[in-house]
C-alpha cells in the first residue's frame, strides 16, 4: 500500500503524538508499505516521501505555541492534493489545522481516510487554563466531530477510554478501532545496577512532560509531606514548560530531584532503577509512560481522575491516590515503602498484567486496519 500519514504536529520526539506517529511511519515502511509524510518540519524538507506545508500562524499565539515545544502546520490545498496523488489511504493524527484540510482534500479525491485520536479536549482547555470549564470538553468534542471525525472511514482510538468519552459526549457510536500505541520493545523487565549515588535511596520515577495536566506538582508535594522525605531521590523524567515552576517546587525536598529528559533507549534502564513509579496526571489519553512502568514490573501509583485512562491500570486500590491530593499521594507512597514484601507481591501482579501491550503487535493491528478500511472503501 501507499499510505500518506498526515501530522498537524511532528519535529522532535519529545510528545505523544509524535513518538506515535513516527513509531507507525517506520513500522509501516519496515512491513513493505509506502510511506509518505505530510507534516509542517522544516528540519524534514527534501528528505525522500515528506511533503513539507507552510507553518502555520497563531499571531498573538506564536510565542505559546513555540514555548511548549510544538509547531502547527497549514493546510495548503495544493501541497496536500501532491502528498495524496497516488495514495492508498490517508491517517490523519490530529484534527487541527493541516487535519481538517487534508480531510477535506482526501473526501474530494475519493481516497479512504482513517482518523487518530490523538487529542483529549481537556488537554486543549488545559493549555488556556480552562479545563475546570466541565461544558467546554462537551463543547469541544461536538465541535471536532461536526467539523472532523464525522468524515473518517474509522477512528483509532488508543484506548477504549477515550472512544467511551468521545462516544458518550457526542452521543452516538463511531467506526473505530481500539488499537494502543504499544510499549517499544527496547523497554522491559531486567536487573539494572542502579547509580551509586541512588544506592541507599528509595528511588521515584514519574515520566512525562511538564505541564500543569500531568500534575507532577502534586508528586514534588507529597514526596516533601511523606514521612521518608529524607531518603527518597525522585526522578521527573520529561521536560516542558511548567520546569521552572517545578525546579523552585523542589527546592524544599531534602535531596534534590533529577531533572532530565532521557532517550527512548534509555527509559527502560531509568524505570527498572527505581522502588516505585507514580502517575499523578490528571488527564491522559492512553498513558504510554504509565505502561512502559508496568512493563518493567513495577509497583505503579496512579490518580484515580476520570479524565485519566491510567486509573484502569492499577492492580490494587492501594495504588490510587486522590486526584490532585498531595497528602493522600504521601500516604500511599509511605504505606508501599513501609511494605516492601507487599510491594514485591503487588509488582509480581504488575508485571502479569496485560494492558501493557508491544508495540509490534500494536502496529501489526494498525496495519490490518488500514487494509480493511482500504478494501471496504474502495470495493
Excluded at 473518517?152 to 452516538?172: G, L, Q, W
Amino acid at each position: 500500500m501507499i499510505v500518506t500519514v498526515v501530522c498537524d504536529v511532528l519535529g522532535e520526539e519529545n510528545n505523544g503524538t509524535t513518538v506515535a506517529a513516527m513509531n507507525l511511519i517506520r513500522a509501516l515502511k519496515a512491513k513493505g508499505h509506502t510511506v509518505r509524510v505530510l507534516c509542517g518540519d522544516e528540519e524534514r524538507r527534501g528528505e525522500e516521501g515528506f511533503y513539507i506545508a507552510p507553518k502555520l500562524n497563531l499571531w498573538p499565539f506564536n510565542g505559546y505555541v513555540a514555548k511548549v515545544g510544538v509547531s502547527l502546520a497549514k493546510g495548503d490545498p495544493k501541497i496536500i492534493a501532491e502528498a495524496f496523488d497516488g495514495t492508498d489511504l490517508v491517517h490523519i493524527m490530529t484534527p487541527f489545522s493541516l487535519g481538517m484540510k487534508a480531510m477535506k482534500v482526501a473526501e474530494q479525491m475519493g481516497i479512504p481516510v482513517t482518523a487518530g485520536f490523538h487529542c483529549q479536549a481537556e488537554n486543549m482547555t488545559a493549555y488556556v487554563g480552562l479545563n475546570k470549564v466541565g461544558f467546554l470538553s462537551h463543547f469541544v468534542y461536538a465541535f471536532l466531530y461536526r467539523r472532523f471525525f464525522r468524515y473518517a472511514d474509522a477512528i483509532h482510538y488508543p484506548s477504549a477510554f477515550i472512544r467511551e468519552v468521545f462516544e458518550s459526549s457526542i452521543r452516538k457510536k463511531t467506526r473505530g478501532y481500539v488499537i494502543s500505541n504499544g510499549v517499544n520493545g527496547s523497554v522491559r523487565r531486567a536487573h539494572v545496577e542502579r547509580p551509586a549515588e541512588w544506592r541507599d535511596r528509595i528511588v521515584i520515577v514519574s515520566t512525562g512532560r511538564y505541564s500543569r495536566e500531568k500534575a507532577q506538582d502534586v508528586l514534588i508535594k507529597a514526596v516533601q509531606r511523606a514521612k521518608h522525605r529524607d531518603t527518597i531521590q525522585l526522578v521527573l523524567a520529561g521536560q516542558g514548560p511548567q520546569e521552572p515552576y517545578y525546579r523552585a517546587l523542589a527546592k524544599r525536598l531534602p535531596i534534590p530531584p533529577v531533572f532530565r529528559f532521557y532517550e527512548r533507549t534509555e527509559i527502560g534502564n531509568v524505570l527498572n532503577c527505581c522502588d516505585l513509579y507514580v502517575h499523578p496526571a490528571e488527564m491522559e489519553l492512553e498513558g504510554i509512560a504509565c505502561l512502559e512502568a508496568i512493563k518493567c514490573g513495577k509497583l505503579t501509583i496512579v490518580s484515580d481522575s476520570k479524565l485519566s485512562a491510567t486509573r484502569t491500570f492499577a492492580v490494587d486500590d492501594r495504588c490510587v491516590f486522590r486526584r490532585g491530593s498531595a497528602k493522600d499521594l504521601a500516604r500511599v507512597i509511605d504505606w508501599w515503602i513501609d511494605h516492601p514484601e507487599e510491594r514485591a507481591l503487588c509488582e509480581e501482579r504488575y508485571a502479569a498484567s496485560d494492558c501493557a501491550v508491544g508495540q509490534e503487535v500494536c502496529m501489526a493491528k494498525m496495519e490490518q486496519m488500514f487494509l480493511e478500511v482500504s478494501h471496504e472503501v474502495r470495493a
